[in-house]
């Protein structure tokens, strides 16, 4: 009878290990907006900020709270001519544990420039995945941006769990790209914005043409890293054949953006990887690097070696 109990109890508590939602840090740099402005907003904001993306339920799933994926949220304000809005540069990184050991592969690490909000002291932050704009668009634009990113955080790293497992989350940050304020000049969610926006980022994830790179979050993290703490070499092989990848994708692909945001965040991470490969694995790791990741193109050259 105890017996019995004691399975029951282990089978339930494996079922709730697998939701994870966000542990996220927020930090709000105002080193550029002058000291003639009340810092207490700022602050205000910022803790705002953490409880707005921390105490969201943005999954269906029960989660544990040592299961919430580790993130960052970093926005550095500038101001303009009208009071209480501000030009934010934003930075979103995220990390995924890697089975057996206690690091965080990189799993997103992107600045967004092109993020305009207003905040007023002790204004409540609302989100609704069903009306994104909301009465007044720059404050809305705020949550927003956070929920498209909060969705994106979730989409890579179910994928890199499970096969196709992100396309949920996906499909909701795209649902907030669609639903996302349009008034006084508000960018970065529309396709003419640019050629590395949001607009963009969710599309090539969604994109029936590009699935192959749900393939390569889930080969890269499952087959790949989760495997290095117990046999680096199968590791290694798996992550050369992402690479490749990677590499057939690009040529038939020059310009998609997802192609190049998969490396960022992971430069220093695949140099280590590959530094203790054979001499061959080596060459050829940094020969496909060079191509692919061509900002840290000498990085490659010089330390893998």
Request: aromatic share 14%; charged share 20%.
């Amino acid at each position: 009878m105890y017996k019995i109990i004691i399975v029951i109890v282990c089978i339930l508590t494996f079922n709730f290990s697998n939701a994870q939602e966000l542990n996220a840090r927020v930090t709000v740099n105002t080193s550029s907006v002058g000291t003639t402005v009340n810092q207490n907003v700022f602050q205000t904001l910022q803790s705002a900020l953490t409880t707005f993306i921390n105490n969201r339920k943005w999954t269906s799933d029960n989660f544990l709270p040592n299961e919430k994926i580790d993130c960052s949220f970093s926005f550095t304000l500038q101001p303009t001519d009208d009071q209480d809005v501000y030009n934010v540069t934003l930075t979103v990184q995220a990390g995924r544990p890697v089975y057996n050991t206690s690091y965080l592969s990189p799993i997103i690490n992107f600045q967004d420039k092109d993020v305009q909000v207003k905040y007023v002291q002790y204004q409540q932050l609302q989100f609704s995945d069903n009306n994104v704009a909301g009465t007044n668009p720059l404050q809305s634009n705020l949550t927003a941006v956070i929920a498209y990113y909060a969705y994106m955080i979730l989409g890579f790293d179910y994928d890199s769990f499970s096969p196709r497992g992100g396309d949920v989350y996906f499909q909701k940050a795209q649902n907030v790209v669609n639903n996302a304020p349009e008034d006084r000049g508000i960018t970065g969610w529309k396709a003419f914005d640019g050629v590395r926006n949001r607009y963009w980022l969710v599309e090539n994830m969604l994109n029936q043409r590009y699935t192959i790179m749900h393939d390569v979050y889930y080969n890269y993290y499952r087959k790949g890293m989760d495997k290095l703490y117990d046999d680096d070499k199968t590791a290694r092989t798996e992550i050369m054949n992402v690479l490749n990848q990677l590499n057939s994708f690009k040529t038939e692909n020059p310009n998609v953006m997802i192609s190049q945001f998969f490396f960022q965040g992971k430069t220093t991470e695949l140099i280590n990887i590959f530094s203790k490969a054979a001499m061959d694995d080596k060459a050829r790791a940094s020969d496909l690097l060079q191509k692919l990741d061509i900002t840290n193109a000498n990085r490659y050259k010089e330390e893998i070696k």
